[in-house]
């Protein structure tokens, strides 16, 4: 779908962190035009920014927001989305696509909060979206037809990839790419640690690392090979790779990760269960 050419209005109810990488990436990447968006924050200095930044329009309050948009991506924080939903029930118009990013939110949290006649879509963004080189996941509510999630993915292409999972999925899906960047944030403080204890300097190493991790990554996705493939082709017999990797095997670093994510996976759950 061609947003641009749609004329659909779309609203920012949170233009923060996640509202207004968002904000960024449909701009920036040529989705939409600005004037085709309004952003309403409670803290005016952050509409103020995207108005000035972006050219966007200002609504005085999340009401005005959504008597004059199509679509309302909802990007406040999770405990404020009951407060803000309350408020806004008698003003929802029929055909308005709610598209709700905050974490832990289920969709049937939402639809108990959204009338009938507009439909819900959760999406899970993760930390690198901030930069537009995220990866964010779409559930479709109940009420959500083909055209509200073709709307969804044109405004997510804007701060990464995009793909579609069960909603029942969410949990891994936090436990996996939300919490994700911070392992690999651990993992880049180790190799750096690292490269400084066999005499490498703090910044060369740091580069080292980021490079090597953002480099190896891009060469699962460019290249088609698995990581196990590519893991062969530089583990020369009797080298160096294969000497390490054996150590990392025995120090359980495959168990840990798997691990980990499963113990994240878990708290998601628990979490959720709290909210209910
Ligand atoms: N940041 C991430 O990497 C990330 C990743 C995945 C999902 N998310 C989700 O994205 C959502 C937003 O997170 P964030 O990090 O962008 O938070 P944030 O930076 O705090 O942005 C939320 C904005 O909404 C404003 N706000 C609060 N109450 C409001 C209301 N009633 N009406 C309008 N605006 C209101 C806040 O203003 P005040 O500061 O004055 O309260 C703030 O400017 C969360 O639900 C989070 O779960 C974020």
């Known amino acids: 779908m061609d947003l641009k050419a749609s004329g659909l209005k779309i609203g920012f109810i949170g233009v923060g962190n996640m509202g207004s990488a968002l904000v960024r990436g449909i701009i920036e990447g040529k989705v939409v035009n600005s004037e085709q968006v309004l952003v309403s924050d409670a803290d005016t200095a952050h ?130 790419s939300g919490s994700g960047p911070a392992y690999v944030f651990l993992i880049l403080e180790a190799l750096t640690e690292a490269g400084v204890r066999v005499g490498l300097s703090r910044e060369i190493s740091e580069k080292l690392a980021v490079h090597t991790l953002v480099g190896a990554g891009k060469m699962v996705l460019e290249t088609g090979r698995s990581p196990e493939e590519l893991r062969w082709m530089v583990s020369s017999p009797g080298g160096t790779t294969i000497a390490a990797l054996h150590l990392l095997e025995k120090a359980g670093l495959r168990a840990a990760l798997m691990d980990a994510v499963v113990a994240a996976c878990r708290r998601a759950e628990e979490l959720g269960l709290v909210e209910e």
């Not at 969709?107 to 959204?114: M, R, T, V």
């Not at 930069?131 to 993915?153: C, F, K, N, Q």
Request: aromatic residues 4%.
């Open 47 to 176: 509409s103020l920014q995207m108005a000035s930044e972006y050219g966007v329009k200002i609504a005085k309050t999340n009401e005005e927001l959504v008597s004059a948009s199509d679509v309302v991506i909802l990007a406040v924080k999770p405990q404020v989305i009951p407060r803000v939903l309350d408020g806004l029930q008698y003003i929802v118009t029929e055909g308005q696509t709610f598209i709700s990013v905050a974490a832990g939110v289920t969709i049937k949290k939402l639809e108990a909060f959204i009338p009938d006649k507009a439909a819900v879509v959760r999406v899970l963004p993760n930390l690198p979206c901030l930069i537009g080189s995220g990866v964010s996941v779409i559930s479709p509510g109940s009420r959500a037809g083909a055209e509200d999630i073709e709307i969804t993915e044109e405004l997510l292409k804007g701060i990464g990839i995009v793909l579609h999972v069960r909603e029942k999925d969410m949990d891994a899906v936090t436990a996996l």
